[in-house]
């Protein structure tokens, strides 16, 4: 992944709370267990989600979390940038160069604006639901091709 393992968590996070949308509260273990992602470090996740507007969270004995809003209103970008931050107002150079602009370009400059425009575009126009559809189709195609292979097998051994 692009982003750092908190950004992939979290994704992943609420990914798992669109999934259940409307099954009522999720609790944080729930999700550190499916994804197998450290219980404490997704509570902190969490708390800034929740900062963020991007997720409610309750506490108490019948507490958990959900989104703020519905997951077709919530963008990727969105979750990115509530782990890692709004973009920098001052680019900086793929290459580390300290002076890296459009009138003054690195070697890689006019690849790298292309392809971080397509990515932020990307994740900008990516809602939560879209990724839900997507994962429930890759659920059902490897379900299927393990179906196959299982029957593949079974007649081989016969």
């Not at 160069?97 to 397509?118: A, F, G, M, T, Y």
């Not at 997507?134 to 029957?151: F, H, P, T």
């Amino acid at each position: 992944m692009l982003y750092s393992k908190s950004a992939e968590y979290t994704i992943q996070a609420m990914l798992y709370l669109a999934e259940n949308e409307g099954k009522g509260l999720v609790m944080v273990s729930s999700i550190a267990e499916a994804y197998n992602i450290p219980k404490h470090f997704l509570a902190k996740l969490v708390q800034t989600l929740t900062r963020n507007h991007l997720i409610r969270s309750y506490r108490g004995r019948n507490g958990g979390i959900e989104l703020a809003r519905p997951a077709e209103k919530i963008t990727i970008l969105q979750i990115v940038n509530a782990i890692e931050g709004p973009p920098p107002e001052k680019e900086m150079c793929v290459i580390g160069l300290d002076v890296c602009s459009d009138d003054v370009v690195c070697p890689l400059h006019n690849q790298w604006q292309h392809i971080k425009d397509l990515m932020h575009d990307t994740l900008n126009n990516q809602t939560l639901l879209d990724l839900v559809v997507g994962i429930r189709q890759k659920r059902q195609e490897l379900a299927k091709v393990l179906r196959e292979s299982e029957l593949q097998e079974t007649l081989t051994l016969s």
